[in-house]
């Protein structure tokens, strides 16, 4: 299985761009690249998914380099909202292991 | 449309009860998941269901944890004879599986407290 290694916590200020990075040393070849924002007494929600070079959506980009031993999401212009838990996922057909996450504090 | 539904939302126990949690998956979802993430700690793997198929039970913590999923829709999580360590909010996902790793949809998890 696929383990990952993220900060434990960031901080950051409103209007910043946040990246958080997550690595991944042993992905195997049909593993996916996911992320996760979770707030307190929720489930964690999705944000975006990658394979390999870069995915963007409206709310956030994934950068993955061409070995995929790592990702990072980048969050743009963050704001108070965004403080968080970030988790980032490695995922094929098999068991679906997240880590810790890394806890993100956006002050003013 | 209806996301995922877990029951009931808060549960306090005495150690040494059974307790069971409810999850309704969205509909259509073929695959679902149960996890556990105990106080500032990551999503610890339990079970995971996938159609027909039997299911991956890998990550149960001991023989009195044990999951059902009925008709390939509600899926209930026994816990028999709890312990004050069992305490931990228990969350569900269900995926459709349509694709590789196609991303889970998670309820908010019912947060069980043994006495």
């Known amino acids: 299985l696929a383990k990952t290694t993220q900060p434990i916590s960031m901080d950051s200020y409103e209007g910043q761009e946040v990246n958080i990075t997550c690595s991944h040393n042993n992905i195997a070849t049909n593993d996916y690249i996911t992320w996760y924002q979770q707030f307190p007494s929720q489930g964690p929600r999705f944000i975006i998914q990658g394979y390999k070079t870069k995915v963007t959506n409206e709310v956030a980009s994934l950068f993955i380099p061409a070995d995929r031993k790592s990702s990072t999401l980048s969050l743009p212009r963050v704001s108070l909202s965004d403080t968080a838990v970030y988790y980032c996922?490695?995922?094929?057909?098999?068991?679906?292991?997240f880590g810790k996450g890394t806890m993100l504090l956006v002050s003013p | 449309g209806a996301g995922v539904s877990q029951s009931p939302s808060n549960k306090v126990t005495e150690k040494g009860k059974d307790v069971e949690l409810r999850c309704d998956p969205i509909s259509g979802h073929t695959a679902l998941y149960w996890y556990r993430q105990s106080l500032g700690q990551g999503l610890e793997f339990l079970i995971y269901f996938q159609g027909n198929s039997a299911p991956d039970k890998s990550g149960l913590p001991s023989d009195r944890f044990s999951a059902e999923r009925t008709g390939g829709s509600v899926s209930t999580l026994t816990i028999q004879r709890t312990q004050q360590e069992d305490s931990a909010v228990y969350l569900c996902?269900?995926?459709?599986?349509?694709?590789?790793?196609?991303?889970?949809?998670f309820g908010n998890g019912t947060r069980l407290t043994v006495t």
């Open positions: 996922l490695v995922s094929g057909y098999s068991t679906l292991t």
């Open positions: 996902a269900s995926s459709p599986r349509d694709r590789e790793a196609s991303p889970l949809h």
